[in-house]
């Protein structure tokens, strides 16, 4: 079984930033997804990369404030924060699948198959 290991998360200001990192237990190709979960709120899915060939996809409540990164020799992901609002506050879960195409990542958590612990990111204004 893959382990997603999940850091960076922690306390900011309005307008500051954060880099969270997923790092898996072993090397593979993977459809990666990070998603995030307000209290009172669904959890819903902010962006994602698949490791093949860096393709990307971003909501558009985070895209042009996030950025989605890998260090393949590392097994690591990484998602760049920035110009982050307080609207942006929630416990962020890094999600992965193996997969050998971009146009077969799945989109829904439901069809994620490892996860992350989850770390917790409060934006204060």
């Known amino acids: 079984q893959v382990q997603l290991v999940e850091s960076g998360g922690g306390s900011v200001q309005a307008g500051g930033s954060l880099r969270l990192s997923c790092a898996a237990s072993e090397y593979n190709t993977y459809c990666i997804a990070w998603f995030r979960q307000a209290p009172g709120k669904e959890r819903e899915r902010v962006a994602g990369i698949f490791t093949g060939d860096g393709t990307t996809y971003y909501d558009d409540s985070v895209k042009g404030r996030f950025i989605v990164s890998l260090d393949n020799a590392k097994n690591t992901a990484y998602l760049q924060m920035n110009s982050l609002k307080s609207e942006d506050s929630a416990t962020y879960f890094c999600?992965?699948?193996?997969?050998?195409?971009?146009?077969?990542?799945?989109?829904?958590?439901?069809?994620?198959?490892?996860w992350g612990q989850g770390t917790q990111v409060t934006v204060s204004s």
């Open positions: 999600a992965a699948i193996k997969n050998m195409y971009a146009e077969n990542c799945p989109r829904q958590e439901a069809d994620f198959r490892y």
